[in-house]
């Protein structure tokens, strides 16, 4: 889920353009920008806790090099649903077991936001693959490091913060590993989004998106709040295929989170 900035973004610009940190596109400089990000997150209200998390990370090359090597979705959706799902039934058979397993759970999602299972497991098997592949780059190295990096700052900022933000509250190790560019959990938050849109689902007072029903419950929220209306049509052409946008913007991905839904969910 990597479109929409939070309102995070609010404090960062309330600070100003002469407050903003300096940006680079090597190591060298990471260290120097650390300090002066400091600050600036300091004004947004990042404690203490975030505070030594951003001065314990570390450069990512490794989200560099991913960053420099995206190329875009530009499969035919054919393609793309062999690739990353191997076939639609097959994968439809995996989502089904596991609703079947938790069915009162999905359920009582699909009541109180309008969401059906199949859409669900849908994002959850295509993001992470139900659980198994979370990512392997710390979340805090991985999203400071894309913050300093000059060529999206202005995007990546918000989501720094939040993600100190979320250290903070105990929502994030600053150890806990995810995507490239700082996507966590089951489903792949932004940070700035899962701030938002967080979803304590077991009760426990602790938003954990590395926790199945918490991230399960605010992929739904997300997408509740993005517009999603109970009980009409996601297929393309009906009122909630466009909220599949808000989660990915690449057309070939809503299409087949779509055509893997109506097989999990009939």
């Known amino acids: 889920m990597r479109r929409r900035l939070s309102v995070l973004a609010l404090f960062i610009l309330a600070a100003g353009p002469a407050a903003a940190a300096s940006c680079g596109n090597t190591a060298s400089g990471f260290d120097a920008w650390k300090s002066e990000f400091a600050a600036e997150a300091q004004r947004a209200g990042v404690g203490q806790r975030g505070l030594q998390a951003l001065a314990g990370a570390q450069y990512s090359q490794k989200t560099i090099n991913a960053d420099r090597n995206q190329k875009g979705v530009k499969y035919a959706l054919d393609d793309f649903i062999r690739i990353r799902l191997g076939s639609l039934d097959g994968f439809a058979g995996q989502a089904k077991k596991r609703r079947d397993r938790n069915k009162a759970f999905f359920d009582a999602l699909e009541q109180r936001y309008g969401v059906s299972a199949g859409i669900l497991l849908s994002i959850h098997g295509m993001e992470t693959g139900f659980g198994r592949n979370m990512g392997s780059e710390p979340v805090v190295n991985s999203i400071l490091t894309v913050a300093y990096d000059c060529r999206r700052p202005e995007f990546f900022t918000p989501h720094a913060i939040a993600a100190l933000m979320m250290v903070d509250r105990g929502m994030l190790d600053p150890s806990q590993r995810g995507a490239f560019h700082g996507e966590l959990g089951h489903t792949q938050f932004l940070p700035g989004n899962a701030m938002r849109y967080g979803v304590d689902a077991t009760g426990d007072g602790r938003v ?11 992929t739904a929220n997300f997408l509740r709040q993005k517009g999603w209306r109970a009980g009409a049509g996601y297929q393309p052409g009906e009122p909630n295929f466009p909220v ?19 097989r999990i969910d009939r």
């Open 208 to 218: 954990d998106f590395y926790n199945e029903a918490d991230a399960l419950a605010s």
């Open 244 to 262: 599949l946008n808000e989660w990915n913007a690449a057309t070939v991905y809503q299409q087949a989170i779509a055509a893997a839904a109506a």
